[in-house]
């Protein structure tokens, strides 16, 4: 399983767009990226998915260059409703052996008025 | 739908007691897992079903037993609790196209189990 790397915590003010970069170097060919968001004492939830280019859905856009090592979760004029934990997560999309979905740390974002 | 729940919301246990997480989705999805989520550690996965009759470990998986014998219900059963068992813990299902990866689905979460072992 490609393992991922992003920040431990980002620090916003409303109003302001978020960038969080995700580094899974060793991404696979099967593999698609995909972001959770978590709040206080409540089970994460999908946020958005992609396997190259972009994405975008009316919560965030996904940023994922040609070689796929990185990806940036893009979250537009945040309010402090969106101070949460943002998780990445790099999972096999083809093979039943990849079904495993690992959670790491994630990157807890904290959005000021 | 309910979506998955979980029962119940809060457990205090002393140590060496045991007890069995309820999970129930009624989705049909085939995919089920665990985690359990510690301060400052993210989630971390014990142990997950790809359909009724198959488990396997995850991470963490010691200490802990599951079966699934429907596709509604995974229970997680905790043996002999030990305090290094206090833990938040969240119950996961998702479905898929025959034969494929589960992990490229939309996963839904329960809303958590809060067990502390004295």
């Known amino acids: 399983l490609a393992k991922t790397t992003q920040p431990i915590s980002m620090d916003s003010y409303e109003g302001q767009e978020v960038n969080i970069t995700c580094s899974h170097n060793?991404?696979?060919?099967?593999?698609?990226i995909t972001w959770y968001q978590q709040f206080p004492s409540q089970g994460p939830r999908f946020i958005i998915q992609?396997?190259?280019t972009k994405v975008t859905n009316e919560v965030a856009s996904l940023f994922i260059p040609a070689d796929r090592k990185s990806s940036t979760l893009s979250l537009p004029r945040v309010s402090l409703s969106d101070t949460a934990v943002y998780y990445c997560?790099?999972?096999?999309?083809?093979?039943?052996?990849?079904?495993?979905?690992?959670f790491g740390k994630g990157t807890t974002l904290s959005v000021s008025s | 739908n309910a979506g998955v729940t979980q029962t119940p919301k809060f457990q205090v246990l002393k140590t060496g007691q045991s007890m069995t997480l309820q999970c129930a989705q009624d989705?049909?999805?085939?995919?089920m897992s665990w985690y359990r989520q510690d301060p400052g550690m993210g989630l971390r996965l014990i142990h997950y079903?790809?359909?009724?009759?198959?488990?396997d470990q995850g991470e963490v998986p010691n200490g802990y037993n599951v079966s699934r014998s429907t596709t509604e219900d995974f229970p997680l059963r905790l043996l002999s609790a030990a305090p290094s068992q206090t833990s938040v813990y969240f119950c996961?299902?998702?479905?898929?196209?025959?034969?494929?990866?589960?992990?490229?689905?939309?996963?839904?979460f329960g809303p958590g189990t809060r067990l502390t072992v004295t």
């Open positions: 992609g396997y190259k």
């Open positions: 989705m049909n999805h085939e995919y």
């Open positions: 079903s790809v359909g009724a009759g198959i488990t």
């Open positions: 996961a299902s998702s479905y898929s196209l025959a034969g494929g990866s589960f992990s490229a689905y939309e996963q839904y």
């Open positions: 997560l790099v999972g096999d999309m083809v093979n039943q052996a990849g079904t495993a979905l690992i």
């Open positions: 060793n991404i696979a060919t099967n593999d698609y």
